[in-house]
C-alpha cells in the first residue's frame, strides 16, 4: 500500500524559511518522479516544484522559481521542498504525490495517482 507522509509545516513571519519533508511507504521509491502540489483557501490546488526518479531532472512553477527547492534522499524514501524568502501568498496545504506511472515526470494534478494528506503553511506578514 503507497503511503505519503508529510511533514515540516507551520507559521513563519514573512522572509521566513521551511522545509517540507515527505516519507513514503509501499512503493520503490527510485523508480518514481515525485511533485510537491499547493491548494490555497478559495483556490484550486496547483503544482509546486517536481522532481525526475534520478534527481537529475526538475520542474518549479514561476513562483517557486529563485525561492524553493525540491530535493530527495532514495535512502530515507524521501521527498524535500525547501522553501525561502516565503510570502503571504504562499499560504496553503502543501501536499506531496507521486505519478501513476514509472519514469513520467507529470506537472499536471492528472498526472498524480497518489497524495499525502497535507501539511499546512501559514505565512504571516
Known amino acids: 500500500q503507497v503511503q505519503l507522509r508529510e511533514s515540516g509545516g507551520g507559521v513563519v513571519q514573512a522572509g521566513g524559511s521551511l522545509r517540507l519533508s515527505c516519507v513514503t511507504s509501499g512503493m520503490a521509491f527510485s523508480n518514481y518522479a515525485m511533485g510537491w502540489f499547493r491548494r490555497a483557501p478559495g483556490k484550486e490546488r496547483e503544482v509546486v516544484a517536481t522532481?525526475?526518479?534520478?534527481?537529475?531532472?526538475?520542474f518549479y512553477a514561476d513562483s517557486a522559481k529563485g525561492r524553493f527547492t525540491i530535493s530527495r534522499d532514495t535512502a530515507k524514501n524521501t521527498v524535500y521542498l525547501q522553501m525561502n524568502n516565503l510570502k503571504p501568498e504562499d499560504t496553503a496545504n502543501y501536499y506531496c504525490?507521486?505519478?501513476?506511472?514509472?519514469?513520467?515526470?507529470?506537472?499536471?494534478?492528472?498526472?498524480?495517482?497518489?497524495w499525502g494528506q497535507g501539511t499546512q503553511v501559514t505565512v504571516s506578514s
Open positions: 504525490a507521486r505519478p501513476a506511472s514509472i519514469g513520467k515526470m507529470p506537472s499536471e494534478e492528472s498526472g498524480y495517482a497518489y
Open positions: 522532481i525526475s526518479w534520478s534527481g537529475q531532472g526538475t
